[in-house]
Antibody, heavy 119, light 109 residues
Framework: QLQLQESGPGLVKPSETLSLTCTVS??????????WGWIRQPPGKGLQWIGN???????YYNPSLRSRVTISLETSKKQFYLNLTSVTAADTAVYYC???????????WGRGTLVTVSS | DIQMTQSPSSLSASVGDRVTITCQAS??????LNWYQQKPGKAPKLLIY???NLQTGVPSRFSGSGSGTDFTFSISSLQPEDIATYYC???????????FGGGTKVEIK
């Protein structure tokens, strides 16, 4: 059964870079027509799409975050990554990685990891 | 940008009641709408995709309908395990973009 697991630091200082890894198990990371993406949820608030990556390496980003976000993929490791630069307290959230059917329908999610931005 | 207005933001109903949540798009989005259930401390779970298609393994008491700008999500007979927050999610293909509604918290009366 497909599983996704987020990993990375739970605490990041303001102005630094948030870096997370999502490890995929129980399935291929090169499956067509799936993308792999990141979605976040500030404490007590709603969901915000961050961006997707297709196994070819093509990326799609939320315009509101595009200047600070990079999503990359390492198929041999079955991992994909999120880098978010110049973080502030507003970036404090639970970050989820997800498998996204057709790049449009997140149909399988990781458990999420809380990242707090604080000095 | 397409805006999604979900209502109500919360509701309280009795076990066995029919529950209805609506999501309105600021412009025509065809059937490009999904519904998710999120229980406290858990990741969202896809229930309905493309407005009305039930995801595999999801109980049939959940349903979705609508197209264009107005969409409805229903639970035909509310069960205690349905206590959760429900989100609609719109998607665009050109350019690719995913947008979530504000959520509806469902509680038992």
């Amino acid at each position: 059964q497909l599983q996704l697991q987020e990993s990375g630091p739970g605490l990041v200082k303001p102005s630094e870079t948030l870096s997370l890894t999502c490890t995929v198990s129980g399935g291929s990371i090169s499956s067509n027509p799936y993308h792999w993406g990141w979605i976040r949820q500030p404490p007590g608030k709603g969901l915000q799409w961050i961006g997707n990556i297709y196994y070819s390496g093509t990326t799609y980003y939320n315009p509101s975050l595009r200047s600070r976000v990079t999503i990359s993929l390492e198929t041999s490791k079955k991992q994909f990554y999120l880098n978010l630069t110049s973080v502030t307290a507003a970036d404090t959230a639970v970050y989820y990685c997800a498998k996204i059917l057709r790049g449009l329908i997140p149909d399988h999610w990781g458990r999420g990891t809380l990242v707090t931005v604080s000095s | 940008d397409i805006q999604m207005t979900q209502s109500p933001s919360s509701l309280s109903a009795s076990v066995g009641d029919r529950v209805t949540i609506t999501c309105q798009a600021s412009q025509d989005i065809s059937i490009y709408l999904n519904w998710y259930q999120q229980k406290p401390g858990k990741a969202p779970k896809l229930l309905i995709y493309d407005a009305s298609n039930l995801q595999t393994g999801v109980p049939s008491r959940f349903s979705g309908s609508g197209s264009g700008t107005d969409f409805t999500f229903s639970i035909s007979s509310l069960q205690p395990e349905d206590i959760a927050t429900y989100y609609c999610q719109q998607y665009d293909n050109l350019p690719l973009r995913l947008t979530f509604g504000g959520g509806t918290k469902v509680e038992i009366k």
